[in-house]
């Protein structure tokens, strides 16, 4: 053993030690038949076909093959004791984050509000002409509305608006070009793009649009375009070109669900619009919920009522599709499941705005199969009340809610208490078990706030601005700080445990069912896949406590292979299936072995 002569004591000792779980392993069908590691008592592991006829050790290979998967890797319990941690990340992000998402490829983070208040923190540069509001009173703005905000070093880089892009909507197209759509007053009609690069600037076309999407919903089809869902009394949707080319569209679908959901204070702008499994959209407005075609346009099901309040703008709750497990049997229906929290009684916008009675917020959550063909909503309870909160889905699989208030609803000044500590949900574990809550921060983020999952696992958190423009002595002024917070799985203890997928030997480009290898490097000796999960994220377009197009695959695993080079492993898995599953576009990638995830990479699917 000449390899092992020559290695240092430690490492001698630990490569004995892998040496005799290998013999181990390998004997135990014959020597021990009754006798299964604890990994294998996993059902979802088929065989351990043992080690390559190689004599160097490095190249000792385990290959776990996995009949079934998906499940793993967010399983233990990673806390410990630790409950996360808030760090400042910048005192001034030049424009309060009413509106954000996570660009592809460039990692910075675009933050929007609007032109409304011709204000914000970053003046035009004395060279740089004010753009015109009124050509007979000659009003002028002068200030920067939006910001590509540098994840890394907090830098901002000012873009210049020019429609009002005030309580809008956006989503990615499959180039990773933001559109934009609908807005306030001259934006409302007005679809933009922003191309994911460093020198790109705001292209707009103010008259594109049907009808005026101002608080609407924007949703990804299966091939990568959009629908626009409804804005402040428009009961109706149109569908929106994916790649920029047209920028003249006319029909607008008529839409009565929303007409009949909307009370004397709405509570149904903002519905929630999930893309469901079967390439269906469930639409989800004030207290109930239809999944509508968009091929035929035609409902295809009405879902039972979720009682308890309402959920939609102005009483905003937090929603997420949770997360979506992958098998990698292609005939297998796949389960879609949506949770709402929190949100506030029908009558609490009123009760602030008229009465200055601020009702306590919603405290309970619904949860439902959307694709059973009887679903029922299962209720939990949260924590604690929330109006306004923020969903993450984390890489993990676990749902981060934070943000919000705990009394009042949307609208300015019409919230008190801000809600000032997360809770994470874990939606694998038993009911009464899966809420947690976590270190809280200092900064109230209610109304016009955002919050965005970074690659490095952390959460980027912006915005509120309860004010009728940019006020700074009053009870909750508007908001500039940045903060970054670090869920428990950023735990310190668990630095080391964190796995690395090795960037240069990834294909980026994925393919629909297709099968791809993620290596990593980890400190683990063996790669066990009962503990590991593959992730893919699609990056969200998050205001008003509502995050479009929020979407975390769980990809089914086709083999384990341990050690393929010495602290190094791969891992295949099955790309999803179809664009129904997961919209064509940018998604970043994770691997999580244990609770920890790594670092996310950026992949697109095809
Ligand atoms: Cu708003």
Redesign the pocket.
């Known amino acids: 053993m000449p390899f092992l002569a020559m290695a240092p004591k430690k490492t001698r000792n630990s490569l004995l030690i892998i040496l005799l779980s290998l013999l181990f392993v390998t004997c135990r069908a014959t020597i021990f038949p009754f006798f299964r590691p604890p990994w294998l008592l996993n059902p979802m592991i088929d065989s351990n076909e043992g080690m390559h006829d190689d004599n160097s050790l490095s190249s000792q290979i385990f290959h776990q093959e996995v009949l079934d998967s998906g499940a793993g890797g967010g399983d233990v319990d990673i806390a410990a004791g630790f409950k996360g941690e808030w760090k400042l990340d910048s005192d001034n992000s030049g424009v309060s984050a009413?509106h954000s998402i996570l660009l592809p490829k460039i990692n910075k983070v675009l933050m929007y509000d609007a032109t409304i208040w011709r204000i914000s923190k970053l003046p035009y540069p004395a060279d740089h002409p004010c753009r015109i509001i009124n050509k007979k009173t000659g009003e002028k703005d002068c200030y920067f509305h939006s910001v590509l905000y540098d994840i890394k070093t907090a830098e901002i880089r000012p873009l210049e608006l020019n429609t009002d892009t005030?309580?809008s909507s956006g989503g990615l197209t499959v180039d990773g070009t933001l559109v934009s759509t609908g807005g306030f007053e001259g934006g409302a009609r007005t679809l933009r793009y922003l191309r994911d690069c460093n020198t790109c600037d705001w292209e707009e076309y103010p008259t594109a649009l049907a009808s005026l999407r101002w608080?609407s919903t924007q949703a990804t089809l299966p091939d990568g375009s959009f629908i626009v869902v409804g804005g402040r009394r428009e009961f109706n949707y149109e569908y929106i070109p994916g790649h920029g080319q047209q920028h003249q569209n006319t029909k607008a679908y008529n839409f009565p669900f929303l007409r009949e959901t909307t009370q004397m204070d709405e509570n149904n702008l903002y519905p929630f619009v999930y893309l469901s499994t079967d390439g269906n959209l469930f639409i989800f407005a004030n207290n109930r919920a239809v999944l509508l075609n968009p091929k035929s346009n035609q409902i295809v099901l009405r879902y039972p009522v979720l009682p308890g309040g309402s959920r939609n703008?102005p009483a905003n709750a937090a929603s997420v599709l949770l997360p979506i497990k992958l098998h990698r049997n292609k005939n297998r229906k796949i389960p879609a499941e949506v949770i709402i929290c929190g949100g506030a009684k029908p009558e609490a916008y009123g009760e602030a705005e008229r009465k200055h009675n601020f009702m306590p917020a919603l405290k309970d959550c619904g949860r439902m199969r959307i694709t059973d063909p009887k679903p029922v909503w299962k209720i939990e309870q949260m924590p604690s009340a929330r109006v306004m909160g923020d969903m993450v889905i984390l890489p993990t699989g676990d749902v981060l809610l934070l943000n919000g208030a705990k009394k009042g609803s949307?609208g300015w000044g019409l919230a008190k208490e801000p809600n000032l500590t997360p809770a994470l949900y874990r939606p694998k574990l038993k009911k009464g078990q899966r809420f947690s809550e976590l270190a809280s921060t200092n900064i109230p983020r209610m109304?016009?706030s955002s919050s965005t999952l970074l690659p490095d696992g952390k959460i980027l958190v912006a915005g509120s601005n309860t004010n009728n423009g940019y006020q700074y002595n009053v009870e909750f002024p508007t908001e500039l700080r940045v903060e970054k917070f670090s869920p428990p799985y950023l735990n310190p203890s668990l630095a080391d445990k964190r796995p690395e997928i090795v960037v240069d030997e990834l294909k980026t480009e994925l393919k629909y069912e297709k099968k791809f290898a993620v290596k990593i490097k980890s400190s683990a000796m063996r790669l066990e896949t009962g503990e590991v999960q593959v992730t893919m994220y699609a990056p969200p377009f998050t205001?008003?406590g509502i995050s479009m197009n929020q979407r975390l695959l769980v990809l089914g695993l086709i083999e384990v292979i341990s050690n393929v080079n010495f602290g190094y492993h791969s891992i295949i898995a099955e790309a999803p299936p179809s664009g129904k599953v997961a919209p064509p576009g940018y998604y970043l990638l994770f691997v999580v072995q244990q609770g920890v995830p790594s670092e996310g990479v950026w992949v697109r699917i095809t």
Do not use: I, R
Request: aromatic share 40%.
């Open positions: 009413m005030w309580c608080y703008y949307s109304y016009h205001t008003h």
